[in-house]
């Protein structure tokens, strides 16, 4: 039974960095494709990015951006606590949402980033 459970959200100013962090129990974020997705008020949850699993045949992983979040967002994961962040850099408030990371067909409760003057 997977569980992931998000962290690190807050309030911050525009221009502000925030880390999320996706604490994984029941299977190895070095095994398994890891993504972060958002809801902002009134819209679809979008996804954002991903850190694939090791490829079978070259053991490479890879990461992917949302053309939205490239250069600003990014993605990594530290075995040792299991855990995946998501490292956020020049907020603006378009990027208010909740923020959720998933894996293995399961979901976080969500963490709530708020970016206000």
């Known amino acids: 039974h997977v569980q992931l459970v998000e962290s690190g959200g807050g309030l911050v100013q525009p221009g502000d960095s925030l880390t999320l962090t996706c604490t994984v129990s029941g299977a190895s974020v070095d095994h398994w494709d890891v993504a972060w997705f958002r809801r902002a008020p009134g819209k679809e949850r979008e996804g954002l990015s991903c850190?694939?699993?090791?490829?079978?045949?070259?053991?490479?992983?890879?990461?992917y951006y949302k053309d939205f979040v490239k250069g600003r967002f990014t993605i990594s994961r530290n075995a040792n606590n299991n855990t995946v962040a998501l490292q956020m850099n020049n907020l603006s408030p378009e990027d208010t949402a909740i923020y959720y990371c998933?894996?293995?067909?399961?979901w976080g409760q969500g963490t709530q980033v708020t970016v206000s003057a």
């Open positions: 998933h894996a293995l067909d399961s």
């Open positions: 850190l694939s699993r090791p490829d079978d045949s070259t053991n490479e992983r890879k990461t």
